[in-house]
């Protein structure tokens, strides 16, 4: 008698789990997609905000320290500069290149002016007006 009702029972498994299967909700791809989108988009906004919290609160970047400092860099090539770097009490005028980085001269510590240049004292609207005068007159 044991044998027939497990017969029975393993004959009835495959239509249980077909029952279970239709009662299940159907799982829509769209659905599933819309979520990913949805996941990536929170990611990429939660990086930019991270960034944007770091840049207006002046998070230094690791590495950075206060005896090694840029004073200023100017473009001398392709992929060439001289670079200003101010160690302690003096400043340091290196040419960085690729793959090389050389002393050029040692300075004592100085302070920045800024480059002369003509329209600098005069306001943009002045400068302006100057030179379409002078276009005038030719």
């Known amino acids: 008698m044991r044998r027939p009702l497990a017969t029975c029972l393993l004959l009835a498994l495959p239509a249980l789990a077909q029952a279970q299967a239709a009662d ?4 829509s791809a769209a659905g599933s ?6 996941g990536l988009v929170a990611v990429l906004l939660l990086i930019a905000a991270t960034a944007w919290v770091a840049k207006r609160f002046g998070i230094a970047r ?37 793959g090389s980085v050389n002393a050029l001269t040692t300075l004592p510590k100085g302070t920045l002016q800024p480059p002369a240049s003509p329209i600098s004292g005069a306001p943009f609207a002045a400068r302006l007006q100057q030179l379409v005068e002078k276009r005038r007159e030719k």
Do not use: D, I, N, T
Not at 24 to 27: I, L, N
Not at 33 to 38: A, C, E, T
Not at 66 to 81: C, D, F, N, T, Y
């Open 33 to 38: 997609l819309l979520q990913v989108f949805v």
């Open 62 to 98: 690791g590495g950075s320290s206060s005896l090694l400092q840029v004073v200023g860099s100017a473009s001398v090539g392709a992929r060439e500069r001289v670079v200003v770097v101010e160690v302690g009490e003096s400043w340091l005028v290196v040419g960085v290149a690729p």
């Open 24 to 27: 299940a909700p159907a799982v």
